[in-house]
């Protein structure tokens, strides 16, 4: 068919089914986001035997742990509004590449000093990654079926993190703690010509830069042949137009109350997250497990979120956002607080999975909010602070799981103290849909004509 002058990009996205080309961009941000997953979570499946291999005493692991936070942090906060100027392709694989080769780099450290700088940089470009993998994803998304698209992505991100444990549990009394950082170096390396020749750009991010028709109406074609495009066609987007990765924008045109509410989701959600990555392996094998189980039942923590993301996804589609994630999170809570009295290796595996899916869980249908109630010229920036601030969580979570355990505090007291942050992301999320309601109640439109999957629905 022929097109008319001008081209609404995003409503033309919206009408068109989910094809090959739309779930080839999926896949290949969900393979970065699972390498993602693997480098940020490795460190916590490899903490014991490199504590003894190293003679780092638990507080001084505190501080490693929140090295490459700290770089994630840095990462999201920059990268992210660098990637709504320049562009999210060439963000993400630069920050691949960097996130692989200074992981294989930190299997040759002998010292505390060269672990926490490689942990630190390294977690640079695992904080460049997420917010554009995100950002891709649901810009080249329909509207129906974006949360579903967006969480099945995303759970790439605890599928790496389950694969690092599993991995760990054999290469680790094998080979050593060593062999597991080779292998988390390798992998994103590999990936990195993958993407620079099957990754495309953000056609959203086309239309807002201009001058990239023939780009535009290429893409467009690589989803539905069909589309043909005559030269003089002009390509826009029909959303709000604010001035491009402005940090102040995420608080202007009514969206100061919902961005304040999403930072604190992410601050406690990701506080949870790697409060329990990091910490868990070690507290259940001193608490008696094995460290081969102490180790399976961290990893069954991550699958919790991976093996939900899809159900969950179409869950968020169909009901809407708030009270989906608002019940997800209270699930994830019950569970962390179950865990302090599980003795059996079996209950304990359970509640793990549980608690991974309504914590991982969670921070998925978060990352699928943030997402969504932002146009397209600070995506990238929304996602990326809200990730930023979050990351301000991620690397407290470690050492306030450091303070518990050097302060011996009982195993019942620190599960009971981890289930907090999950009931305040509950509380968060669903004051954000009540904040919504409340808006439409008024009768006026809120931050975003937000897509059905984010739609409150009596949160």
């Known amino acids: 068919m022929t097109s008319p002058a001008t081209v609404d990009v995003s409503e033309l996205l919206d009408e068109q089914k989910v094809g090959s080309f739309q779930i080839r961009v999926l896949v290949l941000c969900a393979l970065a986001v699972l390498l993602d997953g693997f480098n940020a979570q490795v460190i916590g499946y490899v903490a ?7 003679h780092l005493s638990q507080r001084e692991m505190g501080p490693v742990f929140a090295a490459s936070l700290v770089g994630v942090m840095v990462g999201t906060l920059t990268l992210g509004p660098l ?3 320049i562009g999210r392709r060439g963000i993400m694989i630069a920050c691949t590449l960097t996130f692989g080769v200074l992981s294989a780099a930190t299997a040759l450290v002998n010292s505390f000093e060269a672990l926490f700088l490689l942990r630190l940089f390294a977690g640079f470009g695992l904080g460049g990654a997420m917010p554009n993998a995100i950002a891709l994803t649901a810009e080249f998304s329909p509207q129906r079926s974006r949360a579903t698209m967006v969480m099945t992505m995303f759970c790439g991100f605890p599928i790496g993190a389950m694969i690092a444990g599993l991995a760990a549990a054999p290469m680790i009394p094998a080979y050593g703690w060593r062999s597991v950082f080779v292998l988390s170096g390798v992998l994103p390396i590999l990936l990195v010509p993958v993407l620079i020749v099957g990754l495309p ?6 239309v807002l830069e201009g001058g990239k028709s023939r780009q535009i109406a290429a893409l467009l074609a ?7 495009f005559s030269g003089e066609a002009n390509f826009i987007i029909n959303e709000e137009q604010v001035t491009r990765a402005a940090i102040g924008s995420l608080f202007r045109q009514r969206r100061a109350r919902a961005t304040i509410l999403l930072w604190i989701v992410f601050f406690a959600s990701l506080l949870d997250l790697y409060l329990l990555s990091s910490w868990l392996p070690t507290v259940f094998h001193d608490a008696g497990l094995a460290l081969t189980l102490s180790i399976v039942a961290a990893a069954l923590f991550h699958a919790g979120g991976a093996g939900t993301s899809i159900v969950l996804g179409r869950f968020v589609d169909r009901f809407g956002a708030y009270r989906v994630l608002a019940w997800t ?8 607080a179950l865990l302090g009295p599980a003795r059996s290796a079996a209950g304990i595996m359970i509640l793990a999975f549980c608690a991974g899916i309504g914590v991982i869980g969670g921070q998925m249908g978060a990352n699928l ?10 995506r990238s920036t929304g996602v990326g602070w809200a990730l930023g601030i979050g990351r301000i969580g991620s690397i407290i979570g470690p050492f306030f799981g450091a303070f518990m355990l050097s302060g011996h505090w009982p195993i019942d007291t620190i599960f009971l103290a981890s289930a907090v942050p999950a009931i305040v992301g509950a509380a968060a999320i669903y004051l954000m ?22 739609e409150p629905r009596g949160a």
């Open 48 to 54: 014991p035997a490199l504590a003894v291999g190293l």
């Open 83 to 85: 990637a709504d100027r």
């Open 201 to 206: 750009e953000s056609i959203r991010h086309l």
């Open 222 to 228: 690589r989803i539905d042949p069909r589309l043909v």
């Open 329 to 336: 999170y209270l699930l994830g809570a019950v569970a962390i």
């Open 369 to 378: 909010v943030a997402a969504s109630i932002y146009p397209t010229a600070i």
């Open 433 to 454: 849909g009540r904040a919504q309601n409340a808006t439409e109640a008024a009768g006026r439109s809120g931050p975003l004509p937000a897509p059905s999957g984010v």
